[in-house]
């Protein structure tokens, strides 16, 4: 219900949970997807939004996909100063 919320730091919220419940069972495949919605849906004003972009450039750069690359520079890009930068593998 969270992920249809009309508040979309709640509705980012809840999609970057669901992907860290995958990745703590395993499934970063179907993480990285979670990952994806609020990257690559949601304003660059949403406070998750960095968040996201981080995990699903990192997760893809574990899984050997090239496109981690793309979401490490959107995340260069619209937030140059968030900490999350630092944490990019």
């Not at 992920?3 to 949970?17: K, T, V, W």
């Not at 179907?30 to 998750?48: G, H, R, S, T, W």
């Not at 996909?65 to 520079?73: G, I, M």
């Amino acid at each position: 219900d969270l992920g249809n919320s009309e508040d979309d730091n709640l509705a980012a919220f809840s999609f970057n949970s669901r992907g860290d419940i995958l990745v703590k069972q395993g499934k970063k495949k179907d993480a990285v997807l979670k990952y994806m919605i609020p990257a690559l849906i949601f304003a660059q004003q949403n406070k998750e939004r960095p968040r996201a972009i981080c995990m699903t450039a990192n997760i893809l750069k574990e899984l050997n996909d090239n496109r981690s690359s793309k979401f490490a520079d959107m995340l260069k890009k619209d937030y140059p100063e968030s900490p999350f930068v630092k944490e990019l593998k």
